[in-house]
């Protein structure tokens, strides 16, 4: 009898565990409609509206000012929308952000007379995207499982990274924007469509309460923890996830000057990335990874000082001949600029994500106080990167050229120092073998 019940409850651990896997097949599908319109966001979208605006920086600016801050107040609207279930709510996401594109089909050039109601309207895709996102993530992974959940969905983002620049960049060197706003309606439609199959996942979600979590954070002796993980994702806002990734695309389309060379060099790096992202995974046991976070920095800070001297000093449009190779400086000197970033950014953002949720259970963060956990750290992240953007304006008024552009990506370079300082002694402290 009792083996029967045995072989029962095991029957219904596989079938549950397989079913699992069934739906995040199908999430995975669905939640590549946000990795698609980021991968255009990053690439194409900035220097979109540079050149619809005539090169005017400061409403390109405006823009990531404003999505940043009214996705904030986004997100609290959709917290307080206890009844509606947070697939219910990805769903939505996915469906705005279809709209985004659509607007942008049809608007045209003329979307440059509205970029302040386009960046609300993205705010309120973005906060019913994101908000469920990173909760049904948390729902669906042990803490021992992050590392490796984690390091798929970043190669995975990065394959997507590596098709869509070349194809989107071919398609507007040649016929304008429009056809890549097809493509990307067209997939995102297609992600759309998978998430109507998602079930079985724990839907409740708690109301944000950032005083009464503090107050239990306190209580539990996790306050110096919070304020090392809130450190860093301040930092990670001024280096490696806000402007400095503006400043090296619009660095490298003022020299390449085409939107297909822009997408190839993308597509290039992030082949670079995964190929990082690989090695460090396989090579690299993590509690070893975090030794080389300061090394890797300060070459990366030296390299990148190194190329700004090199952009400030020499003619961008002389050409180097290395046997029968001709190369441009100029092109030269900004595929360094990528290739330093697509060796650093994927070890940071990869061991960067891992912290966040590995924190996350780390103190026993219940489901009652995820969406605080989370809505601290949008918080932090998009306070950091507005400031970013606020320099950037400043900076503008002087003026705006390649030498500037250099020289702000030099400072913000600096930034991944503290970075990843930060990022170790969080490491160290909490999360390697000997405390965890």
């Known amino acids: 009898m009792n083996n029967d019940i045995e072989i029962k409850t095991e ?8 079913d ?7 999430f ?3 939640d590549l409609a946000g990795k698609v319109i980021g991968v255009f966001k990053d690439v194409f979208l ?19 000012i404003t999505f940043f801050l009214t996705y904030l107040i986004c997100l609290l609207i959709v917290n307080r929308l206890q009844k509606m279930n947070l697939v219910y709510m990805f769903r939505i996401g996915i469906f705005l952000n279809l709209m985004q594109c659509i607007i942008l089909l049809i608007a045209g050039e003329q979307i440059s007379n509205y970029i302040i109601e386009f960046a609300i309207f993205a705010s309120i895709g973005n906060a019913f995207y994101y908000y469920p996102e990173q909760i049904l993530i948390k729902r669906v992974n042990t803490e021992d ?3 490796n959940y984690i390091t798929k969905d970043q190669i995975l983002k990065y394959a997507i990274s590596i098709i869509l620049p070349v194809l989107l960049g071919y398609c507007i060197s040649k016929n304008s924007y429009s056809i890549a706003f097809i493509i990307l309606i067209t997939l995102i439609a297609i992600s759309f469509i998978f998430s ?3 079930k079985g996942f724990d839907l409740k979600h708690g109301k944000i309460n950032l005083r009464k979590f503090f107050v239990k954070i306190n209580k539990n002796g996790n306050e110096r923890l919070m304020n090392l993980l809130s450190i860093r994702t301040l930092l990670r806002g001024l280096s ?15 020299i390449v000057s085409t939107e297909l060379s822009l997408g190839n060099i993308s597509s290039f790096i992030t082949v670079i990335s995964i190929v990082v992202v690989y090695s460090i995974n396989k090579f690299i046991k993590r509690d070893k990874l975090s030794k080389i976070f300061i090394p890797m920095s300060i070459i990366q800070s030296i390299v990148v000082i190194l190329l700004t001297f090199g952009m400030l000093s020499f003619d961008i449009n002389n050409v180097v001949n290395i046997g029968t190779i001709s190369i441009n400086i100029g092109f030269f000197l900004v595929l360094l600029y990528n290739i330093i970033n697509g060796i650093s950014n994927p070890i940071f953002e990869t061991s960067n994500s891992v912290v966040y949720y590995k924190c996350m259970c780390k103190q026993n963060i219940d489901i009652e ?10 918080i932090m992240i998009n306070v950091s990167r507005s400031f970013g953007y606020l320099i950037l304006i400043f900076v503008s008024n002087i003026g705006f050229n390649l030498n500037i552009i250099a020289s702000l990506i030099v400072g913000f370079t600096f930034v991944y120092i503290a970075f990843a300082y930060t990022l170790k002694k969080i490491n160290r402290k909490y999360l390697t073998s000997s405390n965890t």
């Open 46 to 64: 900035g220097i979109y509206f540079l050149k619809i605006t005539q090169g005017n920086i400061v409403d390109v600016s405006m823009y990531y």
């Open 28 to 30: 995975l599908i669905a």
């Open 20 to 26: 699992n896997i069934n739906v995040w097949k199908k």
């Open 11 to 18: 029957k219904y651990q596989e079938n549950k565990k397989v």
């Open 196 to 198: 109507l199959f998602i």
């Open 369 to 378: 106080d995820e969406p605080n956990y989370m809505f601290w750290f949008e």
């Open 240 to 254: 490696s996830f806000g402007v400095l990734s503006t400043l090296i695309t619009i660095i490298t389309f003022l």
């Open 145 to 147: 499982n992050f590392q």
